[in-house]
C-alpha cells in the first residue's frame, strides 16, 4: 500500500517524538539520584546525605525530589503507548498508572523523623498510615516500571527472527533492566532488615532508577542506531527508512 509523503513525514515526526518523550523520562531517572545525592555534597544547599531518596522530601532538596518525580509522571501519562487485551501488555494503561504513581510519590511523602514538624505535604495530616501510602506508591511505581521492561519493550522484536543476535541486543537489555528493579526493590527491605550496610535502601533504589532510566534511554535510540549501534541493539544497519517501512 502506498502513502502520499505528507502522511510518511507525519509518521516520521511521531516516531522521533516518541523517542524524545522516551529519552526525556529515561534522562529524568538517572538524574535524580545523582542531583541528589551529588548536591548533598555541596555545603550552600545544607543537606546531609540521606538515608533514602524519599528522606529528601524533608530537606532543602526537595523541589529537585518532587519536581523531579512529577515531570517523570506527567511524562508517562502524555505517553500514549499501545493497547493490549492483557493488562500486563498493555502500555498505554501501565505508564498512565505509573505516571499517577510517581506524581502520588512525590505528594504523599514518607513519614517525617518528627511528627511535631509542620508537615507540608499533600495531605497535612500527622498520620503514620500516609508513609505506607508512600511506600505502597513507590512499590508499584517500581513494578510497573520493572513490567514495562520485561513486557512492553520486548514486544517490538517478539517475531523477529533475523540471526545470530548479539548480548547486547535491545529485548537482552530491557530483560535485564526489569529483573534488575525487581531485584534492588526487594533488597530494600531485605538490607534494611539484616543491616547490611549504611546507606543500603539509598544505594539500592538508585540503582533501581538508574535501570529503569536505561531501559528507557534504549528504547529511545538516546545512542543512535546507525552503524554498529544499530546492528548490535537493534539489528539495523541505518536509521529506519520510514518510507520502506509503510510501503511494505
Request: proline residues 3%.
Amino acid at each position: 500500500m502506498k502513502i502520499n509523503n505528507t502522511e510518511i513525514e507525519i509518521e516520521r515526526d511521531d516516531i522521533f517524538t516518541y523517542r524524545r518523550i522516551r529519552r526525556a523520562i529515561g534522562y529524568l531517572g538517572i538524574s535524580m539520584p545523582i542531583l541528589l545525592v551529588g548536591l548533598s555534597f555541596v555545603s550552600f544547599f545544607k543537606t546531609q546525605l540521606q538515608p533514602s531518596i524519599s528522606h529528601y522530601y524533608f530537606t532543602n532538596l526537595r523541589e529537585i525530589f518532587t519536581g523531579t518525580l512529577c515531570a517523570i509522571g506527567l511524562f508517562l501519562i502524555c505517553y500514549k503507548g499501545t493497547s493490549n487485551a492483557s493488562i500486563w501488555k498493555n502500555d498505554n494503561l501501565l505508564t498512565n498508572i505509573a505516571g499517577i504513581m510517581a506524581i502520588c510519590v512525590a505528594l504523599v511523602p514518607m513519614n517525617p523523623d518528627d511528627f511535631a514538624v509542620k508537615i507540608y505535604t499533600l495531605i497535612p495530616y500527622p498520620a503514620k498510615w500516609l508513609g505506607w501510602l508512600h511506600y505502597s506508591f513507590a512499590a508499584l511505581l517500581f513494578l510497573i516500571m520493572a513490567l514495562l521492561s520485561i513486557n512492553i519493550f520486548t514486544i517490538g522484536q517478539k517475531n523477529e527472527m533475523r540471526d545470530p543476535k548479539s548480548i547486547l541486543n535491545e529485548n537482552n537489555i530491557y530483560r535485564f533492566c526489569g529483573y534488575s528493579i525487581l531485584v534492588f526493590v526487594v533488597m530494600v527491605p531485605v538490607s534494611e532488615t539484616l543491616k547490611l550496610f549504611t546507606y543500603s535502601t539509598l544505594i539500592f533504589e538508585s540503582l533501581a532508577l538508574f535501570s529503569f532510566g536505561i531501559a528507557w534511554l534504549i528504547k529511545g535510540r538516546a545512542l543512535g542506531d546507525k552503524g554498529m549501534i544499530g546492528k548490535k541493539l537493534y539489528q539495523e544497519n541505518n536509521s529506519v527508512d520510514t518510507q520502506k517501512v509503510f510501503e511494505e
